[in-house]
């Protein structure tokens, strides 16, 4: 019952479907798209005038305490930087590249570019710090040329500049000691503000462009994915339609997102601009030994809104079980949770749900949805009654969304105010994903709930190109079986790849979660990944997941015969994960090839788990 929920505001949505005689249908709602801004820094203008002295962004600094910047101090420094970026000769040919994690200084410098229409864009520190290569790293800047490179500290990225950095481009660090010419965030902080600083700022357009997205570079290298000024706030009009209890009270969010990708830089730190809101920068992370962060963020701040991944719900969950006052302080003011990047565990749902019950005597609703970097980033919406892991909903409001048949399914394909223009200087890569029609092809299925009722709206159904044929010429679609894999097999499963590529039967790679699968074994931190998943109660749990699918599988194109776990972790370097945890299921197949073949060995090794 929808009375079961905490009385928040949420918007309506009602479907309007057109079947056309090509066999394609247009899914959209009647309601129209509200007015919104021009450009986003006229809401830093409008928030500093009207609320110059409530929070807009707080990071807890060195000695634990929070470190908070008002409306007007952020307008202020802003314009400071925006000066500093002017003299420094930054443009749409030489933009702005931050090579660092979120951080104060990385969204002030962030909105200085957008507020004198200097496009900028925020790369995965994981391109610098975690690769041996630096490929991705390479590729963006050779794409982008840009003119500053900014870092939080300068020792932790000499090698990555040393491989990428031009010789006309500088360097820009909030702590510069340990690189030779780099210059201090302080100073350009201290940039005296002059008259083109306005003169910029009143150039700016809807069609500005305010950002470069780089996308995960899952099948393939990344895609600099070209943001407007009309796509920021148009998605941010769209998500204030679809939540306007965030229009009621000035949201607060403890958020540890990547600002790197659309969920964390667009539409997390976007919600709390556009709408007048606090963000406190967690700089916790989902894993182990850096979720405590999170927690004893979560202990002081009570959100008003929540946005996580499902591994950071299921940790989460863990905590609130365990921890009355915390419990009662993260539910406290909490309207609405969000999850994105994979799908949600039902348990872990079903925690969720219970525990709110037990603190407010009703559930706090969980929205899900359909979004692209593509798309800045929502594009769909789930209502709060049919909310479930997997349910893509209706389109936003001012979103057309266009179903072709496509290999018995039904691609999704989207065309609104959020959608991007093209991706930056790859016309072809751009030209290919559009239709004639200029609606952007996303690559996903989905189908409806029920094709008798598409108010309810309509379910993810796959990736159009990870689906497969077997030898049989059945399709195999690897999304649904997927999700269901890791659901069958939490909290053991990490993540599986699906093999059986005109092959007989369909096979799996698990990416096993290591921490649970040692505590099955009952092994101490000193054995390998290797012993523990060759230990007999993993094995035998694997074996019961085998048996357990096979029993609700409905023939050979979900049916799973064999098995292998994987000792070694994805690679990032090797395309196998994307920064952001997504597996590239072709570059995993791919490089693993060899463990492929043995799946389907006449007589496999041990380690192959079987069905038969």
Known sequence: MLDAFRNVRLGTATARLTRRDDGAQLLQVEEPLGEYPETLMSRLEYWAAEAPERCFVARRDASGEWRRLSYAETRERVRSLAQGLLDAGLSVERPLAILSGNSVEHLLLAMAAMYVGIPYTSVSPAYSLVSRDFAKLRHIVELLTPGMLMVDRAEDFVAALAAVKSADCACLAVEPEGMEGARAFAALLDTPVTAEVDEAHAAVTPDTIAKFLFTSGSTGMPKGVINTNRMLCANQEMLAAQMPFLRDEPPVLVDWLPW??????????????????????????????????????????????????????????????????????????????????????????????????????????????????????????????????GVVGLPAR????????????????????????GYWRQSEITAKSFDEEGFYCLGDAVKFIDPNAPQRGMRFDGRISEDFKLNTGTWVSVGPLRAGIIEAGAPHVKD???????RAYVSILVFPELDKCRQLAGLGGEATAAEVLASEPVRERFRRLLRDLAEQSTGSSNRIRRAVLLSEPPSLDAHEVTDKGSINQRAVLERRAALVDELYAAEPSQRVLRLD
């Open 496 to 502: 599986v790849v699906i093999a059986g590529l005109d």
């Open 398 to 421: 001012g979103v057309t969304v266009k179903l072709v048949p496509n290999g018995g399914k039904l691609e999704c394909r989207v065309k609104g105010p959020n959608v991007m223009p």
């Open 260 to 389: 790197n990708h659309t969920f964390g830089g667009n539409h997390n730190a976007g919600i709390v601009l556009y709408n007048g809101g606090s963000l406190y920068i967690d700089d916790g992370r989902p894993v182990p030994g850096e979720f405590e962060t999170t927690i004893a963020n979560l202990r002081e701040i009570a959100p008003t809104i929540y946005f996580n991944v499902p591994k950071g719900f299921e940790i989460l969950v863990d905590y609130l079980k365990r921890d009355d006052a915390l419990r009662e302080n993260f539910f406290s003011r909490l309207n609405l949770m969000f999850f994105a990047a994979a799908g949600l565990a039902q348990h872990i749902w079903d925690d969720l749900d219970r525990l709110a019950i037990q603190t407010l005597g009703c559930k706090v609703g969980m929205l899900t949805g359909l979004g692209a970097t593509e798309t800045a980033p929502s594009a769909m919406f789930a209502s709060l009654a049919e909310s479930r892991s």
